[in-house]
């Protein structure tokens, strides 16, 4: 299975996809600086699940389907761009709260799976993550490869994709990132609500 494809380029494609920062990373650092780690664990996992949901898809050639149909690719492109102008709704409605505790937006929270969806809607909305994994089959696969080449992909790329999600999460959510959060709390939310109405922007106009 693995001898059937190109793993460096997986990895590569994966590094070069997960450590730049957008709005899956803005989410995770955001959600870990203010709820901690166990939220910012459920948000990485979460955009985990939503990129297994596409990296399936991909492997049974629906990629090929969301690229041949317009109107599917700009519905779900919009339906992204939508749901990234909640999510600067929500920071900068944050921002403008003054005086706002850590302890209480802890107890606002909710459960951990509210964390989990939010951190899959950000990649199930998002039509450029279904086009990344149908360009990942692409390259990645060896001349005369078998089937099981697909599940080799899937499984690399998945575990490349939640060891970087994790790692992001684990690194904001340290006392001392999250200490320096609580200082600059209005500041963080305040950029964090113009970077995602940002990428929501360049959702929304972008061609393929």
């Known amino acids: 299975m693995f001898t059937e494809i190109h793993i460096w380029i997986i990895v590569g494609m994966s590094l ?14 955001g959600t870990a ?20 949901v596409w990296a399936i898809a991909a492997g049974l050639g629906m990629g090929a ?16 761009a939508c749901y990234l ?17 850590l302890k209480a937006r802890d107890a606002a929270a909710g459960m951990i799976f509210h964390s989990f969806v939010r951190g899959a809607l950000v ?19 060896k001349p005369g490869a078998s089937s099981d080449a697909i599940l080799g992909i899937i ?19 340290r006392p001392p990132i999250m200490a320096a959060y609580a200082k600059m709390r209005r500041w963080i939310e305040a950029i964090s609500a113009a970077l995602f109405g940002i990428a929501a922007f360049f959702v929304a106009t972008e061609r393929r």
């Not at 070069?16 to 650092?29: D, Q």
């Not at 389907?65 to 992204?80: H, I, R, T």
């Not at 909305?125 to 390259?139: E, G, H």
């Open 85 to 101: 102008c909640w999510l600067s709704y929500r920071s900068a409605r944050s921002a403008l709260m003054p005086g706002k505790e």
């Open 33 to 52: 600086m203010s709820r901690g780690h166990r939220h910012g664990f459920a948000i990485a996992y979460g955009m985990t699940g939503g990129a297994a």
């Open 123 to 141: 990649h199930l909305t998002n039509p450029k993550v279904a086009l990344y994994w149908s360009s990942i089959f692409v390259v990645a696969v």
């Open 65 to 80: 389907v969301l690229v041949s149909n317009q109107w599917l690719f700009e519905s779900l492109k919009y339906a992204g």
């Open 16 to 29: 070069l996809s997960g450590l730049t920062p957008g709005p899956g990373a803005l989410a995770i650092a």
């Open 155 to 173: 499984i690399v790329s998945l575990a490349m994709n939640n060891f970087i999600v994790s790692t992001w999460a684990l690194v904001f959510s």
